[in-house]
């Protein structure tokens, strides 16, 4: 029988479930909170999907885990690339249950492709190739034979395809069916541990914020947690960052050219591309909609030179097209900023403190861009923080960060999402053990050593994040602690198409 059951809600925040409870939209949910302990989450910096559910399932900061973002840059190339399961230098909480004999059914869990070999059944999530893949060659699924059944029995796809297009939000509505049957089915197999994300319901705000499609989702999710709380296990339900509305985009690769840190291809300040460019901004299409769009509206010649200049440039396009050798740093979206420490003819420091006051000095009418611009090292801990970003941007609310490069540094207008990441997202947890209580702002990295310390299971010492023994109204005994293990044998193939994924779902844009 399940003893712990781990619900990960991509996405999810406090202020949107309580609005929807409120309505009575989200009745199983709001049992749940009626009947357990609630907290806000605090999640990694930047907080953002890749790689914050691999953060919580290792208990780990992105310095110890050797992962900080959908990409990671080869400095010596400048040229980006993209992470898989194997990148993760981290053993995970199914690891140490089955180190202590415990059964673990892991489903949907980005950035797990290839799937890990462990004592039960992986599902991976997000990461994982979108066509079908040969089971004889590197399936989805730990045991591989289980792939077949996924496909024949729920109808498996890892995502849906232009989420924005014609019947993309039902299409996707049936895609988190999918999941919760599956859980639903693993429930009443041997396993002690098991853990479900649904990934879609954060790509449903990004696209449509609160809107209609996001609703049913949320309706979805809460007929499945309705049979949840029936079962005879802790339920603990959260997510890995929340999610606000997005009022204003802010370049940051168009400062840095701006600023003479980034060099790049392109004639993009030609004066009547930034008009086209602005007009069809003001008409709400997106960057990665430019071109399609440009093609319907303006004439032959016109539309060539648009496409020819290359603007605007995506996150995706950057490797292609930034001009490393000359360039003293580049960024990704939500974030991270990059210095090409061979290029800091006065000294590093000396570049990042000033970059440091520069950025810090950035106001929109009045008022901070950032709320912090913080070093690398006091953001990370662990022996993985050389690689990571020099600079860790956060923004002041209602600020998206975008990596591409526009033609303005500061858009009001959508640039991709109307809601973007937030770095407090939502944790619930319901069972017989657990406090009525609402407790403090806890951190993400506390979810895997608190399942490990309620399982009797040692902590292992390089985990950052504590026990939620607050949680509870019953004596858990003294966490005690054991030495971390292994990363193991994981070598296996990535998804090489992961990136236009990513592009098609706004990251890269």
Same mark, same amino acid.
């Given at each position: 029988?399940?003893?712990?059951?781990?619900?990960?809600?991509?996405?999810?925040?406090?202020?949107?479930?309580? %609005?929807?409870?409120?309505?009575?939209?989200?009745?199983?949910?709001?049992?749940?909170?009626?009947?357990?302990?609630?907290?806000?989450?605090?999640?990694?910096?930047? *907080?953002?999907?890749? *790689?914050?559910?691999?953060?919580?399932?290792?208990?780990?900061?992105?310095?110890?885990?050797?992962?900080?973002?959908?990409?990671?840059?080869?400095?010596?190339?400048?040229?980006?690339?993209?992470?898989?399961?194997?990148?993760?230098?981290?053993?995970?909480?199914?690891?140490?249950?089955?180190?202590?004999?415990?059964?673990?059914?892991?489903?949907?869990?980005?950035?797990?492709?290839?799937?890990?070999?462990?004592?039960?059944?992986?599902?991976?999530?997000?990461?994982?190739?979108?066509?079908?893949?040969?089971?004889?060659?590197?399936?989805?699924?730990?045991?591989?034979?289980?792939? +077949?059944?996924?496909?024949?029995? /729920?109808?498996?796809?890892?995502?849906?395809?232009?989420?924005?297009?014609? @019947?993309?939000?039902?299409?996707?509505?049936?895609?988190? %069916?999918?999941?919760?049957?599956?859980?639903?089915?693993?429930?009443?197999?041997?396993?002690?541990?098991?853990?479900?994300?649904? &990934?879609?319901?954060?790509?449903?705000?990004?696209? &449509? @914020?609160? =809107?209609?499609?996001?609703?049913?989702?949320?309706?979805?999710?809460?007929?499945?947690?309705?049979?949840?709380?029936?079962?005879?296990?802790?339920?603990?339900?959260?997510?890995?960052? =929340?999610?606000?509305?997005?009022?204003?985009?802010?370049?940051? !690769?168009?400062?840095?050219?701006?600023?003479?840190?980034?060099?790049?291809?392109? !004639?993009?300040?030609?004066?009547?591309?930034?008009?086209?460019?602005?007009?069809?901004? /003001?008409?709400?299409?997106?960057?990665?909609?430019?071109?399609?769009?440009?093609?319907?509206?303006?004439?032959?010649?016109?539309?060539?030179?648009?496409?020819?200049?290359?603007?605007?440039?995506? +996150?995706?396009?950057?490797?292609?097209?930034?001009?490393?050798?000359?360039? +003293?740093?580049?960024?990704?979206?939500?974030?991270?900023?990059?210095?090409? %420490?061979?290029?800091?003819?006065?000294?590093?420091?000396?570049?990042?403190?000033?970059?440091?006051?520069?950025?810090?000095?950035?106001?929109?009418?009045?008022?901070?861009? &950032?709320?912090?611009?913080? *070093?690398?090292?006091?953001?990370?801990?662990?022996?993985?923080?050389?690689? @990571?970003?020099?600079?860790?941007?956060?923004?002041?609310?209602?600020?998206?960060?975008?990596?591409?490069?526009?033609?303005?540094?500061?858009?009001?207008?959508?640039?991709?999402?109307?809601?973007?990441?937030?770095?407090?997202?939502?944790?619930?947890?319901?069972?017989?053990?657990?406090?009525?209580?609402?407790?403090?702002?806890?951190?993400?990295?506390?979810?895997?050593?608190?399942?490990?310390?309620?399982?009797?299971?040692?902590?292992?010492?390089?985990?950052?994040?504590?026990?939620?023994?607050?949680?509870?109204?019953?004596?858990?005994?003294?966490?005690?602690?054991?030495?971390?293990?292994?990363?193991?044998?994981?070598?296996?193939?990535?998804?090489?198409?992961?990136?236009?994924?990513?592009?098609?779902?706004?990251?890269?844009?």
């Amino acid at each position: 029988m399940t003893a712990v059951i781990s619900l990960g809600l991509d996405g999810a925040a406090w202020h949107e479930l309580d %609005r929807l409870m409120n309505e009575g939209s989200l009745p199983n949910l709001a049992r749940l909170v009626e009947s357990g302990a609630r907290a806000p989450l605090r999640s990694v910096s930047p *907080p953002v999907t890749c *790689p914050a559910w691999r953060c919580s399932t290792a208990g780990k900061n992105p310095g110890k885990l050797g992962v900080f973002w959908w990409l990671e840059l080869d400095r010596e190339r400048g040229e980006f690339t993209t992470p898989d399961a194997t990148s993760f230098e981290t053993a995970d909480v199914w690891d140490y249950l089955s180190d202590e004999g415990y059964r673990s059914a892991v489903l949907n869990l980005p950035m797990t492709y290839p799937p890990a070999d462990l004592d039960g059944l992986m599902v991976s999530g997000f990461g994982a190739p979108f066509e079908s893949v040969s089971v004889d060659e590197q399936p989805i699924t730990t045991p591989g034979e289980f792939q +077949t059944r996924l496909e024949r029995e /729920y109808g498996w796809q890892v995502g849906v395809d232009d989420l924005a297009g014609p @019947g993309g939000p039902e299409r996707a509505h049936e895609l988190i %069916r999918s999941r919760f049957e599956l859980l639903v089915d693993v429930l009443d197999g041997d396993f002690d541990f098991v853990h479900l994300t649904v &990934f879609y319901v954060n790509m449903l705000q990004h696209k &449509f @914020g609160s =809107g209609p499609e996001t609703e049913r989702a949320w309706e979805i999710i809460d007929e499945y947690v309705g049979d949840l709380l029936e079962r005879d296990a802790l339920l603990l339900v959260y997510s890995d960052h =929340g999610h606000s509305t997005v009022e204003r985009t802010f370049s940051v !690769n168009r400062w840095l050219l701006e600023s003479g840190y980034l060099s790049v291809d392109s !004639n993009a300040a030609d004066p009547l591309l930034t008009g086209v460019y602005q007009g069809l901004k /003001y008409a709400g299409v997106s960057p990665r909609r430019m071109a399609g769009a440009a093609s319907r509206v303006l004439p032959t010649a016109l539309y060539d030179t648009l496409v020819s200049s290359g603007y605007p440039i995506s +996150t995706r396009e950057l490797s292609e097209r930034i001009d490393w050798d000359t360039s +003293t740093a580049v960024a990704v979206s939500q974030g991270p900023v990059y210095l090409n %420490r061979d290029r800091a003819d006065d000294g590093y420091e000396t570049l990042r403190h000033r970059l440091v006051d520069e950025l810090e000095a950035v106001t929109y009418c009045g008022e901070p861009v &950032f709320e912090a611009v913080e *070093p690398g090292e006091e953001v990370y801990d662990g022996p993985h923080v050389a690689q @990571g970003p020099d600079l860790l941007l956060r923004p002041a609310e209602g600020w998206e960060l975008y990596g591409g490069i526009t033609t303005n540094v500061v858009e009001t207008t959508v640039t991709s999402w109307t809601s973007g990441n937030h770095p407090v997202g939502m944790l619930a947890m319901a069972g017989d053990d657990v406090a009525d209580v609402e407790l403090p702002e806890r951190s993400l990295l506390d979810v895997m050593p608190t399942v490990l310390h309620y399982l009797d299971c040692d902590v292992p010492t390089d985990v950052d994040g504590e026990v939620i023994t607050e949680a509870f109204d019953v004596e858990l005994g003294t966490v005690t602690r054991r030495q971390p293990l292994g990363t193991g044998d994981r070598s296996g193939r990535g998804d090489c198409d992961l990136q236009s994924r990513l592009t098609e779902l706004g990251y890269l844009e």
